[in-house]
């Protein structure tokens, strides 16, 4: 989807969209998904934008034991991927 504008991709039915944010309502593990799937990441200092967080995308969160407030964004990345990989190999 490179090139291709946020607004359209969200406006995309048959797509299930989400990005990663420590305020997220729902745990990664609980995410449904239905057909092709975007993560969206923001940069990894400042997240998302707010008007991209106003945008309607699903907040997911990782859920982490302890203190830990973040991850880095390559660290959250391979857990997302690695998440939706077993998604589609059970």
Not at 84 to 90: E, G, V
Request: aromatic residues 4%.
């Amino acid at each position: 989807f490179e090139g291709v504008a946020l607004s359209d991709l969200l406006s995309r039915s048959e797509l299930t969209c989400f990005s990663l944010a420590a305020q997220g309502s729902q745990s990664l593990a609980d995410l449904a998904v239905v057909g092709d799937t975007v993560a969206i990441f923001g940069n990894e200092a400042r997240g998302l934008s707010t008007a991209q967080l106003s945008a309607g995308i699903t907040l997911v969160n990782i859920p982490m034991p302890g203190d830990a407030e973040s991850l880095n964004l390559s660290a959250a990345a391979s857990i997302v991927m690695y998440h939706l990989a077993n998604m589609q190999a059970s």
